[in-house]
């Protein structure tokens, strides 16, 4: 095969790799006005005996080694 046909496959290829392939829409729900409860010291410390030990810490970077 020549460079031509050769980048012409490839780019054939890449072109049938990425259609069809778009996100799907998030959709969007109004924002929920009404009272929040309050997190309490005793909850927080309940979830944090149950947390194990070692682990990778998750978005909000917080280890369970405290």
């Known amino acids: 095969m020549d460079r031509k046909m050769l980048l012409?496959?490839?780019?054939t290829y890449f072109e049938v790799l990425t259609v069809g392939l778009a996100?799907?829409?998030i959709p969007s729900f109004p924002?929920?006005?009404s009272p929040v409860q309050?997190?309490?010291v005793e909850e927080t410390e309940a979830v944090l005996m149950k947390m194990k030990?070692?682990?990778a810490t998750?978005?909000?970077n917080l280890?369970?080694?405290l």
């Open 8 to 11: 012409n496959r490839w780019h």
């Open 23 to 25: 996100h799907p829409c």
């Open 31 to 33: 924002p929920v006005y």
């Open 38 to 40: 309050k997190i309490t």
């Open 53 to 55: 030990p070692g682990k």
């Open 58 to 60: 998750g978005p909000d």
């Open 63 to 65: 280890a369970a080694d």
